[in-house]
DNA sequence: CGGGACATTGACTTACTTCAAAACTCGTGG
DNA sequence: CCACGAGTTTTGAAGTAAGTCAATGTCCCG
């Protein structure tokens, strides 16, 4: 049974769209984007990960990556072979059960995604995806309420399906509200409830 | 082992986002739509099943369903429960297998929904609905040009991110670029090359 | 044949985008 | 150590795609 850890230096690629399926990949530090592009050059962030998240399965039914996996700063994921994990699985039980939960809360989270790009105003949008990110962090035992963004302005906007300048000026406007304190990418959430109060459909 | 079989009338539930995760399902005849909802009231489509498509899995994480799966016809599904995949899958690799390509497919089809959601304009959201629902048709021997919708212009918008009026203004536009033939939920797909045009961005 | 749900179309409004300019951040080299 | 410049973020003003509101048309199903 090989495991091995991988290096990816911020910026670089772990697999492309299109690359050959062959592991899965289990961040271990540091922090990524998951990226779906068409031939026309459009693009949507899909997700973020990080510490613990899996990465790579939406590659098992083709064989082939449906993303570019990129590092959003200095990381480190293990290396899971799908031959392995399969064989494995057969012989754990759990492990099974664990890759099936996995595939499954990414599904949820995809729902949600679309919940988000179909049917909320930028505000909301905002609010339930830094809302996400403090909880994501909190779970894994770092501050809820003060955290620094890995990803770019319009890194955020593609993932929430609005321009750079929008997901800028939502930012200031729940600033200029007191829910939270921004400057570039550290974030203050100093009002949680209220941005829950957001993102629950309050014109407030 | 126990398979069996079930029937869902027109407007009927399947199950609930809620209810308890035991069994997933696989449409046998008929069509459903898989629906997300805020404790707010907002509500999204998330995809639409056909004959051959597996339902609810989404609710292996949590135990829970996470969407609401509503019959849009009279359908008939087969019922497999979970306890008994998990068991069989461990026998039988090839099943194993086929269930985490089955979910690997939806995630990727979640991609392509986040990818329509987040960047592309009414037109070519709606030409891309068209064309994935001709090619699921036309891969189950259906014809690839001439379809009835099962879903109204509401459940088209939900799933694409747009108002009912918008979903039909784009229908009426297409029509009259020549690319199709609507009448009510009859469609008439007479210039696919045309439509895929429309999804690739052409301003035309 | 009549009533209710669904679909189409039009006129007007709005949330977000686009285009443009200024300010901040940070690494590099003079 | 400070200045420069590239990349990013913020902010403003004007434009536009889609939403809203409302009226009319169409199709079933009883």
Redesign the pocket.
Known sequence: MVISLRTVLHGETLFRAGDRFEAMFQVWTGFFKAVVATSRGREQVTGFQMAGDLMGFEGIDSGLHGVDAIALEDSQVCVIPYANLEALGREVPPLQRHLHRTMSREILSDHDAMLRLGSM??EQRVAAFLLSLSDRLRKRGFSASSLVLRM???EIGSYL??????V??T??KLQARGLLF????QIQITDPAGLRHVLDGATV
């Open positions: 105003h930028s770019s302005r319009e399906g609005l321009k750079l300048e929008t800028s000026r930012f200031s921004v400057r570039q990418r």
